[in-house]
């Protein structure tokens, strides 16, 4: 056997495990190792009709290559949960990788000669790969699929593609190698630029996914803080309210007193009513028990008040519940506030939303649903609502999405007689 063909099917191996590794399985694990075995052995197949059927055919070599590179990045987004341009990156970034391996096993079986040598080598250079990009930046890559924010990464696909391209015009077609072994030195160096290339951008984008994060905690850390200082601010209005009642209690019971000796039950019932209505407009409104959930909600009550708009609420939250309350408040706070911002401008009559959200033993609903005038467009990778305010907008829906990525659950959203609903669910 040719050792390029020993070289390549190494080259495979790694290949295929590398997207095991790195891409977030839509199948079991099972079922995921069956797929890219199923691909190894195509990609051995193809490797047999160019190296060995048609040696000596560029055309032959050309056109069995392309169609490897077809099933290779089939493989990969096959495999996927989200099949998308980040699934497309990974698989793209995984052909050029193991490129290193094999340039390894040319270079040194040219140097040395030695088969066993050479391959031992080309193992050895693609296990180094894989270990320390495994310890490296896999957290990070899986992180990002995972998050699955719509944010397209086609313009990223454009750099594994250029390298692989220069890797493989410089290493093996139309020229190999073989025929200018002075271009290993080359190719070496274009191999370490994309490793660095590679880690920059990962830790870039872990950067930009903290930094984004953290401005999100922000925002809801502030909304919990004014949710406080307005239910201190209530509580204060409140005990000042009741002190003057107790101090005033003394005349209202005289004045029952006289009235009651003058037989005037009405008037009792209207003074009896008015200490009820200062009681009763005293009281702190407690919308759950949970105490973050609790102050989001009343902060954005206190909007929706100040607006004049009619929020029909249903809400169960419990104190301990199964995941970060900072988070869950997080997600009520954006998805409650886009209720807010689309019925902002309306009629008196249309300035309503219903607002859903029940975290029960077994299962989470959100539902809020409101209507709407402009035309709502969709993301035709998340199905969820896209922001029209430009680039640094719409940060709030793919931070919901995220969370129910985190939660397991499902987010979904439509328009149906003018009101649109968006809905997340969750068993536990």
């Not at 009520?332 to 009629?347: M, R, V």
């Not at 975290?359 to 035709?380: G, Q, R, T, W």
Request: charged residues 20%; neutral net charge.
């Amino acid at each position: 056997m040719d050792y390029r063909s020993i070289a390549y099917m190494i080259s495979h191996v790694f290949l295929m495990l590398f997207m095991y590794l790195f891409i977030v399985h839509r199948f079991s694990k099972r079922k995921t190792a069956g797929i890219c075995a199923a691909a190894f052995l195509a990609l051995c197949v193809m490797d047999t009709l160019k190296l060995v059927v048609f040696p000596q055919s560029s055309p032959a070599y050309f056109v069995v290559t392309v169609f490897q590179i077809i099933i290779t990045q089939f493989t990969g987004l096959f495999i996927a949960k989200h099949r998308d341009s980040k699934a497309l990156f990974v698989g793209l970034s995984a052909s050029s990788y193991v490129i290193a391996g094999t340039v390894a096993a040319v270079g040194l079986y040219i140097w040395i000669g030695n088969l066993l040598v050479s391959m031992l080598g080309s193992i050895a250079v693609h296990a180094v790969i894989l270990v320390v990009l495994y310890s490296r930046i896999r957290e990070i890559w899986l992180s990002v699929q995972k998050g699955k924010s719509g944010e397209s990464w086609w313009e990223l696909c454009l750099i594994p593609v250029f390298f692989y391209c220069g890797f493989s015009s410089l290493a093996f077609f139309p020229l190999s190698l073989e025929d200018y072994p002075e271009n290993i030195v080359g190719v070496s160096v274009f191999i370490i630029t994309m490793f660095i290339s590679y880690l920059v951008v990962f830790r870039y984008v872990a950067s930009e996914s903290q930094r984004t994060n953290i401005y999100w905690k922000n925002v809801l850390f502030e909304a919990h803080i004014r949710g406080l200082e307005n239910q201190h601010s209530l509580v204060e209005q409140s005990e000042k309210n009741l002190k003057i009642l107790r101090h005033d209690i003394r005349h209202y019971s005289a004045v029952i007193e006289s009235l009651l000796e003058q037989g005037e039950y009405d008037e009792i019932k209207k003074v009896v009513a008015h200490i009820n209505s200062v009681t009763d407009g005293n009281t702190v409104t407690k919308y759950c028990e949970n105490l973050v959930v609790n102050t989001v909600l009343s902060n954005m009550m206190e909007r929706a008040q100040a607006m004049a708009a009619e929020i029909h609420l249903d809400v169960i939250v419990p104190d301990k519940i199964p995941f970060n309350s900072y988070e869950f408040a997080m997600v009520i706070a954006n998805l409650f506030e886009n209720s807010l911002d689309c019925i902002k401008d309306f009629g008196q009559k249309k300035k309503s939303a219903d607002v859903i959200i029940r975290c029960e033993e077994n299962h989470l609903l959100v539902h809020m649903a409101n209507e709407y005038e402009k035309e709502i467009i969709f993301d035709s990778a998340t199905g969820l609502p896209k922001s029209l305010k430009g680039r640094n907008h719409g940060l709030g829906m793919q931070s919901v999405q995220a969370f129910s990525d985190k939660i397991g659950g499902n987010t979904g959203c439509y328009c149906e007689n003018g009101i649109f609903h968006i809905m997340l669910f969750a068993k536990f």
